[in-house]
């Protein structure tokens, strides 16, 4: 499998390649992204995904592209926006800002 498949669920971005299996949760259920190794699920750092303007960053493959702006669009604009400075620590930006919100009471 030279290209990566993805599916959107209802609850995560299901990434399948040669080098294994990620899951991106979804913004609006559990948001992180975690790397099956041996039977478990452990948390991982995708790095940088978003451009200059919050836009997610190719090479997310034709194939794919439906399901991967779908995941991206969950996550608030202003949020990736105030993300994507942090290049290689945007993951990071994007769970600290879901955590935040979160904790946020609302109304």
Known sequence: MATPLYRFTDDALIELSDRG??????????????????GTFRPTDPGRVLDARGIWL???????????????TLIPLPVRRRAAPHGPDQWRALQ?????SRATPSM
């Open 58 to 72: 190719s090479p997310w493959p034709d194939s794919g592209a439906a399901a991967v702006a779908a995941y991206f």
């Open 96 to 100: 600290a800002a879901w955590q935040a």
């Open 21 to 38: 299996v990620r899951v991106f949760g979804r913004w609006d259920r559990r948001f992180g992204c975690w790397r099956l190794e041996g």
